[in-house]
């Protein structure tokens, strides 16, 4: 045990050694960086500034950002004074770029489009530049779609067009592109040519890229030999070149392979370098992806607490950046811990938000395992169908995506589900698909625990022979993975199987086995955990070191500062001291000067007094002047006067007049009133008048299913059956109108369960004959207070319009009601054919029919929007094309007393 304490110690002391000595130096500049900036003092033309500032901003991307951001700007500045086109696109462009690696998404598009919009001659290289930038800060917001139309724009320019590096760049973006999506075979394609033109060039950086992400693939097709290489090419590289960037993947790289193997103190340690790492280089998403990193070693180390410290850090980066696909990512661990702990309901909320963001984004591989993961809490809290359902809808989606580990997964977790409900038969068969998945990935852990599963199984059956058999084989599994966890459950159940098979002292010899075991786990979980306080405590101690070493630097710096300010401050003095004599001087020539001025004034004072006297004189003519002019200005004000008094007079006839017109609009608007409402009463009356016959149709129609036995009769009665239904739902529309103008409504408690219950009850036949799914989801605080007709009418269309509009496969109808302060949210979501945007503003309107789909007659989403308006409230649509849509409607909650 001390020896594993101080090797880790080591290399701890190594790795923090080792990031002193090679990470001091890269503080400074490389040799083409202090190129640049000698060459930016010597220079004086102002385009070869400009240019070679931008050259010094893509220079420090990954090293400063900062400083990256600052010599594009200084260029973008210049640019624009000199008015030069080509260097205002580059610098625009740079800004995006480094805006985007400090996770400023706004202030990167904003750069971006800026300089996709200037039109500048022979910069394909430039715009191809653009282009891949934008389509980068699209993945990261998880717009797959749109990520993959831009890197798309970049390849239909051709490589002859566009330089090796940029288009294999592109290449890359794709790949990793495919990767996120586990389109694993169209990646190593786009990988390999990225590859290719990487080392034509001798990019080091992208073929650290690269390698990044073929170790991602061959790690998502379990050929972890192959990824192993992959990452440790990208490591050498990255240590090589002291690329910050790649050095913090390469080590959550190296730790997840750790993970994935079982090494779980080696792979915390792994986390915690990366973790100091990111103090020299600080971009939000790797330390994101650290802290989940860290997070799920401590899930597998049973450090739930901790674990969800770590989570919830990550995750609070992610949501304040917009990273969706990293939130669903942490959501899911998150929801996993809680399960773990047997807290259902958060382990479901955080499992159910996981899966609502990776609908969102397309996330197919990410979807499956939000599946698996609700179908092992469902599973846990026994509720045994709701987890079949998602473990088979988690072992289809990987079908389709290859994922083989997670097929073998999802099928063994679905076992269990069908043991527990004792269809013993069922469990058998999938386990036996599972055994032949793992034999084909050679993961003898995997297989063992499957074997284990198979053997307890078989004993349950009273098959003793072939429980004794795979029992045998997962000890076999056991010796060939060193596995102690298998042993021990191995040793379990060998003892039920002697028990079930009557002889109960080889029962008791592997009962006692099992519980050395068990006790040989816990003390290696301790000493596991001993050896990570050490390490961590030593790492504490090294990194004190390192604060001391950086203060007292600090200090050094600091006094040399102070004596620079010294001499500074003596030179100062100096120099005010011969500003004041020179001053002094100034000041005594300056008061020669001003007495002669005065002597000059009093000479020119007495002209002056003579000149008064003479425009004395001119002044009082002028007055004379001016009573005549007061005269005929009192003369015309008794004129304005006479004029005032018949405009008052005129103003009192038009009021009069105006008073007249009022009580004619006021009676035309009354007689307007009553027609409306003579109009709403004939309406109301001859709908309902028309619902007789239709009723009486749809009544003979029924009893002509039960009476006539000749098909073609049949077949007619069910067209008049339909005309008449279709009739119906007309007219009812039609009715909700009338409801929805009516101005007497009942105010009271809405009691939203039993009216959404009612609904669906309504449409239970169509619910039924498509298979529809539907969930509901109620949470409000207080008591909902409204008019429960028009609320009715709302629901109706939604509901209405979710089950026409479905999804041919698998249709999903999710109506959730929540309270958000003072308003009642609810929202009624599909996965059908959606809205195209352009139509969206449309689907509101009176007669709008947005698909050819559509049976009705564009009145459903009319009404729905005029009952929410009558009803003080707000309605909105969220749809993508073939993904699904959601009608959110706002309204206040209301009270007792009114509105």
Not at 544 to 555: D, G, P, S, V, W
């Amino acid at each position: 045990m001390i020896n594993k304490v101080l090797y880790r110690f080591c290399v701890i002391c190594f790795k923090v050694t080792a990031l002193l000595l090679v990470y001091s130096p890269a503080l400074g500049q490389s040799p083409e960086m202090d190129s640049l900036k000698t060459a930016l003092k010597e220079t004086k033309d102002p385009v070869k500034r400009i240019e070679i500032l931008n050259s010094l901003s893509y220079k420090f991307i990954d090293y400063n950002d900062s400083l990256a951001l600052d010599y594009a700007h200084q260029a973008l500045e210049q640019a624009v004074r000199i008015k030069y086109l080509r260097g205002q696109k580059y610098a625009h462009t740079l800004l995006g770029l480094g805006y985007y690696r400090l996770t400023k998404f706004d202030e990167a598009f904003l750069h971006l489009r800026l300089s996709e919009k200037m039109e500048v001659t022979d910069a394909t290289e430039l715009t191809a530049f653009n282009l891949s930038i934008i389509g980068s800060v699209y993945r990261e917001l998880a717009n797959y779609d749109s990520a993959r139309y831009y890197y798309m724009k970049v390849v239909e320019l051709g490589e002859d067009k566009v330089s090796n590096g940029r288009i294999g760049i592109v290449y890359k973006n794709l790949g990793q592109l495919d990767v996120i999506l586990w389109n694993n075979a169209d990646a190593i394609t786009w990988l390999r040519k990225a590859e290719r033109l990487a080392v034509e060039d001798k990019d080091l950086y992208l073929q650290a890229e690269v390698y990044s992400y073929l170790g991602a693939v061959y790690e998502n097709l379990l050929d972890y030999t192959l990824a192993e290489q992959y990452f440790n090419k990208l490591c050498d590289l990255a240590s090589q070149q002291v690329f910050y960037y790649h050095l913090i993947k390469c080590e959550l790289r190296k730790a997840e392979l750790l993970h994935n193997r079982g090494l779980y103190a080696e792979a915390l340690s792994t986390c915690m370098y990366a973790l100091e790492l990111t103090d020299k280089y600080d971009h939000a998403p790797h330390l994101a992806e650290v802290y989940q990193a860290i997070g799920d070693v401590y899930t597998e180390l049973g450090e739930y607490d901790l674990a969800l410290q770590y989570y919830f850090k990550g995750l609070q980066i992610t949501e304040r950046i917009g990273l969706r696909l990293n939130s669903a990512r942490i959501d899911a661990q998150i929801a996993w811990v809680y399960k773990q702990q047997s807290n259902f309901d958060l382990a479901l909320r955080y499992c159910n938000r996981s899966l609502e963001i990776r609908m969102q984004i397309g996330d197919r591989h990410g979807i499956s395992n939000s599946y698996n993961y609700r179908g092992l809490i469902y599973y846990q809290m026994k509720r045994y169908h709701e987890a079949a359902a998602d473990l088979k809808a988690s072992r289809t989606l990987r079908e389709k995506i290859g994922h083989v580990d997670g097929i073998a997964s999802a099928t063994f977790n679905l076992s269990l589900v069908y043991e527990d409900l004792a269809e013993y038969q069922k469990s058998y068969e999938l386990l036996k698909e599972v055994i032949e998945l793992e034999t084909r990935m050679s993961k003898p852990d995997n297989l063992g625990i499957t074997y284990n599963q198979m053997g307890k199984l078989l004993t349950k059956m009273n098959r003793m022979a072939e429980a004794r058999e795979f029992l045998d084989k997962a000890a076999a599994k056991a010796i060939e993975a060193q596995s102690i966890l298998l042993r021990h459950n191995n040793s379990l159940f060998y003892a039920q199987w002697y028990a079930a098979s009557g002889n109960y002292k080889r029962a008791y010899e592997n009962q006692v086995l099992y519980q050395q075991l068990n006790d040989s786990i816990y003390n290696r979980s301790v000493a596991t955990k001993l050896a990570e306080m050490e390490a961590m405590y030593r790492v504490e101690q090294k990194e004190q070191q390192i604060k001391l070493l950086n203060q007292e630097n600090e200090l050094q710096h600091n006094k040399l500062a102070l004596q620079q300010s010294r001499i500074r401050s003596q030179g100062i003095s100096i120099v005010l001291s011969l500003i004041g004599l020179g001053l002094i001087t100034v000041l005594a020539v300056f008061i020669y000067m001003y007495n002669r001025r005065i002597r000059r004034a009093n000479f020119e004072i007495l002209e002056q007094k003579e000149e008064i006297q003479t425009q004395a004189e001119e002044l009082v003519d002028a007055n004379e002047v001016l009573v005549q002019l007061n005269r005929e200005v009192t003369e015309k004000n008794e004129e304005i006067q006479a004029q005032s008094e018949e405009l008052i007079e005129a103003n009192q006839t038009i009021y009069e007049i105006n008073k007249g017109l009022e009580e004619k609009i006021n009676e035309r608007t009354n007689r307007l009133k009553e027609a409306y409402k003579e109009l709403d009463t004939f309406f109301y009356r001859a709908s309902h008048d028309f619902r007789r016959p239709l009723t009486t149709f749809m009544g003979l129609a029924e009893v002509a299913r039960i009476t006539i036995k000749d098909n073609a009769a049949l077949g007619l009665f069910e067209k008049v059956d339909e005309t008449a239904h279709t009739l119906d739902r007309m007219l009812v529309k039609l009715q909700s109108i009338s409801d929805v103008g009516a101005q007497q409504l009942v105010y009271k408690e809405v009691f939203i369960s039993e009216l959404i219950n009612d609904i669906l009850d309504n449409f239970r036949e169509e619910i039924q004959s498509k298979n529809v799914k539907v969930n509901t989801k109620i949470n409000l605080k207080d008591s909902f207070y409204s008019y429960p007709a028009m609320v009715k009418i709302v629901l109706d269309n939604l509901v209405e319009n979710a089950t026409q509009f479905g999804s041919p496969d698998n249709p999903i109808i999710t109506i959730t009601v929540e309270q958000e302060g003072p308003q009642v949210f609810i929202r009624v979501t599909d996965n059908g054919q959606g809205v195209e945007e352009e139509v969206q503003d449309k689907i509101f309107d009176m007669y709008f029919r947005g698909s050819d789909r559509s049976k009705g007659n564009g009145l459903g989403l009319y009404i729905a929007k005029k009952a929410v308006e009558k009803l003080s409230g707000t309605i909105s649509v969220s749809s993508k094309v073939y993904a699904g849509s959601t009608f959110t409607v706002m309204l206040p909650v209301g009270n007792s007393t009114g509105m």
